[in-house]
């Protein structure tokens, strides 16, 4: 079975860094997608960063310029570098695989960015 495992999560302050890594296992195949989705309570998941098995990638306007997403060749697992970081960043970040079949979510890491 696959199991997506997020790390690097924390509390940081504003304008400061941190970096996410995600590891998949169990996968048969490499995946087409894979990325990173943050949600605050009360508010829908949101796409923060995609990367395709082909190296293209898409950030949410609110995060580009600052964050830079990453996924090393051959191997299911991607980055995130979160670089300026601002309050309204804080959220529960979440790895997401996409396969042929369907995708699969990791259980989250937290991040708070707060003075």
């Known amino acids: 079975q696959v199991q997506l495992v997020e790390s690097g999560g924390g509390l940081v302050q504003p304008g400061g860094s941190l970096r996410l890594s995600c590891a998949a296992s169990?996968?048969?195949?490499?995946?087409?997608?894979m990325a990173w989705y943050r949600q605050v309570p009360g508010k829908e998941r949101e796409l923060v960063a995609r990367?395709?098995?082909?190296?293209?990638?898409i950030y949410a306007d609110s995060v580009k310029g600052r964050f830079t997403v990453s996924r090393a060749n051959g191997e299911n697992m991607v980055d995130l570098q979160m670089n300026s970081l601002k309050p309204e960043d804080t959220a529960v970040y979440y790895c997401?695989?996409?396969?042929?079949?369907?995708?699969?979510w990791g259980q989250g890491t937290q991040v708070t960015v707060s003075s």
């Open positions: 997401n695989a996409q396969g042929g079949r369907r995708g699969f």
């Open positions: 169990g996968a048969t195949h490499k995946f087409y997608d």
């Open positions: 990367v395709t098995i082909d190296g293209q990638v």
